[in-house]
């Protein structure tokens, strides 16, 4: 049972445009959401978090948005740039989980210049 | 953001053999760490949950006795891959949770790459 999903495997935006990626979760009891960026044989890179308590958190170029009655999350970068192509992770919390974060499949970010 | 290293970066080893990953938290201490395998093209899966000064918590369908976890001290944890096999050859990832911070946040170290022959 995936809890959380991230349906589109990949994603191509032309530079300077802005880049969405979404993330859906099944579990009610997920009070925290993370976005990770990764690249091929490298841990995966923190971005930007977010409490179930909040509908948006920004930092820089990155924003996140939440929106509790759809169970649905996402990412958005602007402007996108080449340096932003990597595979992106949406990740969440259950607060009785002892903190342990249950992952999406991830979606790959091609920005082209 | 806080570091976390690995070590080995990649190892390769022939089948039988124990091979033995290091994760360390470079600048705070970290009560617990989680260990992740990810096979290519999917997601990252977790191992097991690593807490200072007590027993691992692993995974539904984890074998507890094949991958040994020790979280000695606040900034080291170790995963231990006994009588490896072809099949365990994966990237295996630690993370660690920063005190000081958000208790959410998780850091990731680099990866280890395991190629079992």
């Known amino acids: 049972d995936q809890q959380v999903k991230q349906n589109s495997p990949s994603l191509s935006v032309q530079e300077g445009r802005i880049s969405i990626l979404n993330c859906d979760y099944t579990n009610s009891m997920f009070d925290y959401f993370l976005w990770y960026k990764k690249y091929p044989a490298e841990g995966p890179t923190f971005l930007i978090s977010?409490?179930?308590?909040?509908d948006k958190n920004e930092d820089g170029r990155f924003t996140v948005f939440l929106n509790k009655s759809a169970k649905h999350l996402s990412l958005h970068i602007v402007p996108s740039q080449p340096g932003d192509s990597a595979v992106y992770f949406c990740a969440a919390r259950s607060y009785n989980q002892g903190g342990k974060l249950i992952f999406g499949q991830g979606t790959e970010l091609s920005v082209k210049p | 953001g806080a570091v976390v290293s690995q070590h080995p970066s990649w190892v390769i080893c022939k089948s039988g053999t124990s091979v033995k990953i290091e994760c360390r938290s470079l600048?705070?201490?970290?009560?617990?760490m989680f260990w992740y395998r990810q096979f290519p093209k999917q997601s990252l899966m977790l191992m097991a949950t690593?807490?200072?000064?007590?027993?691992?918590?692993?995974e539904q369908g984890v074998e507890k006795d094949k991958f040994l976890i020790n979280h000695a001290s606040l900034t080291l944890s170790t995963l231990t891959v006994t009588s490896a096999h072809p099949e365990d050859s994966s990237f295996y990832i630690c993370s660690a949770r920063d005190q000081r911070l958000a208790r959410e946040t998780q850091y990731f170290g680099p990866g280890t790459r395991l190629l079992v022959l």
């Open positions: 690593s807490n200072e000064g007590s027993k691992a918590t692993y």
């Open positions: 600048d705070f201490q970290a009560t617990t």
């Open positions: 977010i409490s179930s308590i909040k």
